[in-house]
């Protein structure tokens, strides 16, 4: 996993803990704080490996795609094939009648099935927003307003308070 030894398959890492925390973020799909917590490694000790070790870098991004994978099955499988939900009454399972295995219903998930096909067609799922902007924009030096005595006087003013005396006078 921290690199390969040139027949295909992941070498050995050299320090253990590296392999665990590695094999523990797949697991966790891709959760820094689930892989550390599992392996007692603290989230500073990984970061730190980060920088040190370029082939853990590498490793450590392949970890982060492996256990996306893992949450993209997950999403797939709720929003496609259900989830189970079983069902009770006044807090006991209900159960079949007939063969007394308790009772359940599958629930999809829409909206997993909406990201998924967002993410999978982007061009024909994504949030189509237009906006029309229809203005006139007139760019002047701004030296105009300075003739104005109020406007003079106002900056002249807050220029004073603002350094006890007005800088530009």
């Known amino acids: 996993m921290a690199g390969s030894n040139g027949n295909g398959r992941p070498t050995k890492p050299e320090n253990p803990k590296k392999g665990a925390f590695l094999a ?11 892989a550390c917590k ?3 490694v603290g989230r500073t000790t990984v970061y730190d490996w980060r920088k040190q070790d370029a082939r853990f870098e590498t490793a450590y991004h392949e970890a982060m795609d492996l256990g996306a994978d ?10 496609i094939h259900g989830l189970k939900r079983f069902k009770f009454f006044q807090g006991a ?9 308790p009772y359940y219903e599958l629930e999809y998930s829409d909206t997993l099935l909406i990201f998924l096909l967002k993410g999978i067609r982007p ?4 949030e189509r927003i237009s906006h029309k902007v229809d203005a006139k924009v007139t760019v002047t030096d701004g030296m105009d307003l300075l003739r104005d005595p109020q406007v003079a006087n106002a900056l ?4 004073t308070r603002r350094y006890g ?5």
């Open 38 to 40: 599992a392996t007692q």
């Open 156 to 159: 002249d003013g807050a220029l």
């Open 70 to 79: 893992i949450l993209e099955d997950e999403a797939t499988r709720r929003a």
């Open 93 to 101: 399972a209900i159960t079949d009648p007939d063969t007394k295995e």
């Open 165 to 169: 005396r007005n800088p530009m006078a």
């Open 123 to 126: 061009d024909k799922y994504r």
């Open 24 to 34: 523990a973020l797949i697991e966790a799909g891709g959760h820094i704080g689930n």
